[in-house]
């Protein structure tokens, strides 16, 4: 067990600080573009008429969620962050109870869009969900920018 901790901890992309607040910033930037973008398409790309009422809406949610909820959580992993300090493996920027929100809310994406769910829905969810990643990512930018 000793060898393979040893190779670990040599051959690990360990980063300084302002690596991980980039990847971190980054990675909610990149996802929540893409997600917002699939919402809106889906809203604004269905004959249903009320498409504009349903992007505002997915949109108007995303923002409270984004500045009520995600922004705290994206100010704790930046506290968290910021204390561990330098020389930490750059997939340390979430802890691995992030990462595996990550992989359960990747699952739920894929089996939304399996399901029978009408797009003009799915819209908007995904543009909610997209557009509080944008919203909560702003502390990282901060973080990432000061340091």
């Given at each position: 067990m000793g060898r393979i901790r040893d190779w670990a901890e040599r051959w690990k992309p360990a980063t300084r600080i302002r690596t991980q607040l980039f990847a971190a910033?980054?990675?909610?930037?990149?996802?929540g573009c893409g997600l917002a973008t699939a919402g809106l398409f889906w809203c604004f790309g269905s004959p249903f008429p009320g498409s504009l009422a349903c992007a505002a809406g997915g949109v108007a949610a995303g923002l409270l969620k984004g500045f009520l909820i995600i922004r705290k959580f994206a100010e704790r992993n930046t506290a968290r962050l910021i204390a561990r300090g330098d020389g930490h493996c750059l997939g340390g920027f979430l802890s691995a109870k992030t990462w595996l929100l990550v992989v359960l809310m990747m699952t739920s994406g894929i089996l939304l869009r399996r399901s029978s769910v009408?797009?003009?829905?799915?819209?908007?969810?995904?543009?909610?969900?997209?557009?509080?990643?944008?919203?909560?990512?702003?502390?990282?930018?901060?973080?990432?920018r000061k340091n």
């Open positions: 910033a980054a990675l909610w930037t990149v996802v009408p797009r003009p829905v799915l819209g908007v969810i995904y543009s909610a969900v997209g557009t509080a990643l944008l919203a909560g990512c702003l502390p990282l930018w901060q973080a990432w």
